[in-house]
């Protein structure tokens, strides 16, 4: 009988537990496959299964900043959730770009001019570091949006790694997505949404490339793709997403960071933030943030 009572309490206890993290956490959870990394089904029904080019990519997000009495664009970003937004932090810790406002999502889809939303707060890596060379380390950082992001046809959340049961890790030959409006510091900017497949390169290869150049070390915590002539990522934005279809779902792997310093498409690849490595500083922060 006590048995009983004490196993009916424990489960009152994480009943009660799961309500409170439902309405504590809520809309604070990450997304795992099929509620994120592809097309919103509402806009599935609607097309009849048939996606708009314009959409492919609903997670993209434009930095906004004001910097004097003008507002600018300079980064890009990766909606995670319905309040969350993933880039660098050198998009966020860089005078010439000016003081971070808002994002803009659904910007793809150009029969749509998208959607401002202020940024309450930003989340910046406590590790993050610029060597003398301008090489970035722990170059990720978090967005909260001031209110919850209805979803939409252009506006969805892309998939975690490792908020899903068959990831495994990139290996040479695995090729990649990037998309952006090219709105990096170092490149003109394209008013158009572009994309480039690009492929992975391993650390072993990314370090000696890096080492030679720069006399740099390359940490385990980045991940390396591009390094082709006419495919790299530098046709992305800084802080926007390296991208990888997995069985219909498009996850995120890396937050583009920083490549060669004076060209574009050499080969030299590019450096991202590696996603799945920061698994443990992304879930707190958004719990907590
Ligand atoms: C987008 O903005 C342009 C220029 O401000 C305007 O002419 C157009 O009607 C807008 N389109 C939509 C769908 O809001
Ligand atoms: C990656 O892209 C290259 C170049 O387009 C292609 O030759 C290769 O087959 C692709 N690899 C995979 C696994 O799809």
């Known amino acids: 009988m006590k048995y009983k009572l004490n196993k009916f309490r424990f489960l009152l206890l994480s009943h009660l537990f799961f309500l409170f993290n439902k309405v504590l956490c809520g809309d604070r959870e990450l997304p795992s496959p099929p509620d994120c990394g592809s097309i919103h089904s509402i806009t599935k029904r609607v097309i009849g299964g048939t996606y708009s080019r314009s959409n492919e990519f609903p997670w993209m997000v434009l930095l906004e900043y004001q910097k004097g009495v003008n507002m600018q664009n300079g980064c890009g970003g990766v909606l995670i959730n319905k309040q969350f937004v993933l880039t660098a932090v050198h998009c966020l810790n860089n005078k010439h770009l000016g003081q971070l406002i808002s994002v803009k999502l659904g910007v793809h889809n150009q029969l749509y001019n998208g959607t401002r939303m202020?940024?309450?707060?930003?989340i910046l890596h406590e590790d993050f570091h610029e060597n003398d060379n301008g090489i970035l380390f722990n170059d990720i950082a978090l967005?909260?949006?001031?209110?919850?992001?209805?979803?939409s046809s252009s506006i969805y959340p892309i998939c975690m790694p490792f908020m899903t049961d068959y990831y495994q890790a990139p290996e040479l030959g695995t090729n990649f997505t990037v998309a952006g409006w090219g709105e990096t510091q170092m490149y003109y900017s394209s008013k158009r949404l572009r994309k480039v497949i690009v492929p992975f390169v391993s650390r072993r290869a990314c370090k000696k490339l890096f080492y030679r150049k720069y006399g740099t070390f390359i940490?385990?915590?980045?991940?390396?793709?591009?390094?082709?002539e006419g495919r790299d990522s530098c046709y992305g934005d800084s802080g926007g997403p390296l991208m990888r279809k997995i069985r219909n779902y498009w996850l995120l792997e890396g937050i583009i960071s920083y490549?060669?310093?004076?060209?574009?498409?050499?080969?030299?690849?590019t450096v991202?933030?590696?996603?799945?490595?920061?698994?443990?500083?992304?879930?707190?922060?958004?719990?907590?943030g």
């Open 143 to 151: 967005l909260r949006l001031e209110n919850n992001i209805d979803y």
């Open 219 to 228: 940490p385990s915590t980045n991940i390396c793709a591009g390094g082709e």
């Open 272 to 288: 991202h933030a590696y996603v799945s490595k920061y698994k443990y500083w992304i879930v707190e922060h958004i719990r907590n």
């Open 259 to 269: 490549g060669d310093t004076d060209q574009c498409a050499t080969e030299m690849p």
């Open 118 to 122: 202020r940024v309450e707060r930003t």
